[in-house]
């Protein structure tokens, strides 16, 4: 649809430096949203430390609960709730100066995360106080630069006054690493660090596993290696042959049972190669027809069907289970993506107050919404079709659907009406905070022993430089033995 006249008008009215003047006006006052947003998710943190204390010594304290009201408000992952509460703790807490250059709309989002997290390790608080100041002047000055660029700029000002508060860059064996991420439908990326001994053994295990099919396999050597990766996680000790010969002489050779289990919820006539409907990777995302249906040659597969009555007992049957993770995919609190196979599978209403072991009452929900649900106030209402109505603390409202709503509605169907759940019965046990699980160790422990670590090894590094340098300088050290001494301290 084309822009009205008038606005088109009105756009060739104004010449570039207006419109560059709109620009930078908008940029600022999306910096100064972003401030405002942190200083409010300050205040409700200490609104609920006023009304609850820390509570830390729980296994969902008092953090963990205003994490998730602020996940749910923003309709994002607890953990990105964590983020924007670590930010916003950062505001109030740790960097009032560059908080001010931040709310001024001096700075964006972008450089404030940068430094918040380039300053984590400062313990001193007059050594915090100065770099706090240094930054708030320089920054707002600093043109916009890579994120590489912008660590390096916020670490010159850190060495400067707490050499081992800087961040260091992953050069060494404790840096190794695998990452597994999505990148398209039905696929990840798989990257990592890992020492060379690893990589060769993996290297040769997977052109070990990609041969023990046969000779008619259609799959390239490059597709079958990526395959035996699969294999290889299953426990498997040889790749199933895709050549689709009954008479296939890999197939008579039996495989090891393995106890990786991947979920994948599709359609029947998906499988089967009538439909093109694709499947679910719940956690994921979807996973196009053609290669469900290769998935499917070398997987086990389970009918899944709405049970009709109520269980008698409280654990639901297996059967009852895969139905409910099948339906709703991941966790069904706003915002959680965990997915459904890492979840618990809860009563809605109670057992103890009546409520039936039926899909109609029962939900996934992943450990931490799970104990906000018990000991933090949240309340929830389902629907026969598996809809779920959230109230959390003061009253917010939200509304959550089965992941499988738009796929599979079928799994979505209301069944038959429930009979009604009696009065809940006396609380006998008395206050039931007694029943929350605690932690071995409080958040803010696990904080300080974290910075305290990595302070220990940035000075171990720094102290080990140091005597190859004056070593080297004497002449007792040949400096080609070592690839990561540092410069003098000068």
């Known amino acids: 649809m084309s822009p009205p006249p008038s606005i088109i008008e009105h756009v060739f009215d104004m010449d570039a430096p207006a419109h560059l003047a709109r620009i930078t006006t908008a940029a600022r006052a999306e910096a100064q949203a972003a401030a405002a947003r942190l200083i409010a998710i300050g205040d409700l943190l200490r609104l609920r430390l006023a009304q609850h204390g820390n509570r830390e010594e729980w296994a969902v304290d008092t953090c963990d609960a205003v994490a998730a009201e602020v996940a749910a408000a923003l309709r994002t992952s607890v953990a990105m709730g964590h983020s924007n509460l670590r930010y916003a703790r950062a505001m109030h807490e740790r960097l009032p100066e560059v908080a001010a250059a931040f709310r001024n709309g001096d700075i964006d989002f972008r450089l404030f995360r940068t430094i918040v997290f380039r300053t984590e390790l400062i313990t001193d608080a007059d050594a915090l106080a100065e770099v706090d100041a240094q930054l708030a002047l320089k920054a707002p000055r600093w043109p916009s630069m890579t994120s590489w660029k912008l660590a390096t700029e916020v670490d010159r000002v850190v060495a400067k006054i707490d050499r081992d508060a800087v961040r260091r860059s992953r050069r060494d064996a404790a840096d190794r690493y695998v990452d597994c991420s999505p990148v398209d439908s039905g696929m990840a990326l798989v990257n990592g660090q890992v020492f060379a001994t690893t990589a060769e053994a993996l290297d040769r295990r997977l052109d070990a596993l990609a041969d023990t099919v046969c000779p008619d396999d259609p799959r390239t050597a490059g597709q079958r290696r990526a395959d035996a990766l699969g294999a290889l996680a299953a426990s498997q000790d040889r790749l199933a042959c895709g050549c689709d010969n009954a008479h296939c002489p890999a197939a008579s050779t039996p495989r090891q049972p393995s106890s990786i289990m991947i979920h994948i919820v599709a359609d029947r006539a998906t499988v089967d190669g009538s439909g093109e409907s694709p499947g679910l990777l719940p956690g994921d995302g979807i996973i196009p027809a053609e290669m469900v249906r290769e998935l499917a040659k070398s997987a086990e597969l389970r009918p899944i069907s709405m049970p009709v009555r109520p269980e008698s007992g409280y654990a639901p049957s297996r059967a009852l289970t895969d139905f409910?993770?099948?339906?709703?995919?991941?966790?069904?609190?706003?915002g959680c993506d965990r997915p459904a196979t890492q979840c618990d599978v809860d009563h809605t209403i109670p057992y103890r107050e009546g409520g039936a072991t039926h899909p109609a009452n029962l939900k996934c929900l992943c450990r931490k919404h799970h104990l906000l649900k018990t000991f933090w106030g949240w309340r929830d209402k389902q629907l026969p079709d598996g809809t779920v109505i959230w109230s959390?603390?003061?009253?917010?409202?939200?509304?959550?659907?089965?992941?499988?709503?738009?796929?599979?509605?079928g799994l979505c169907r209301p069944g038959p009406d429930l009979p009604a759940s009696g009065p809940a019965p006396d609380d006998r046990c008395g206050s039931r905070d007694a029943m929350m699980p605690k932690r071995a160790r409080s958040r803010t422990q696990n904080q300080a022993a974290r910075i305290a670590a990595e302070r220990n090894h940035n000075r171990r590094k720094r102290e080990?430089?140091?005597?190859?340098?004056?070593?080297?300088?004497?002449?007792?050290?040949?400096?080609?033995?070592?690839d990561d001494s540092e410069p003098p301290p000068f």
């Open 392 to 409: 959390v603390p003061d009253g917010q409202t939200y509304v959550t659907t089965p992941g499988s709503a738009l796929l599979f509605p």
């Open 324 to 334: 409910v993770r099948a339906r709703d995919l991941t966790c069904r609190a706003p």
């Open 464 to 482: 080990a430089g140091q005597r190859r340098w004056e070593e080297c300088y004497f002449g007792t050290h040949d400096p080609s033995a070592s």
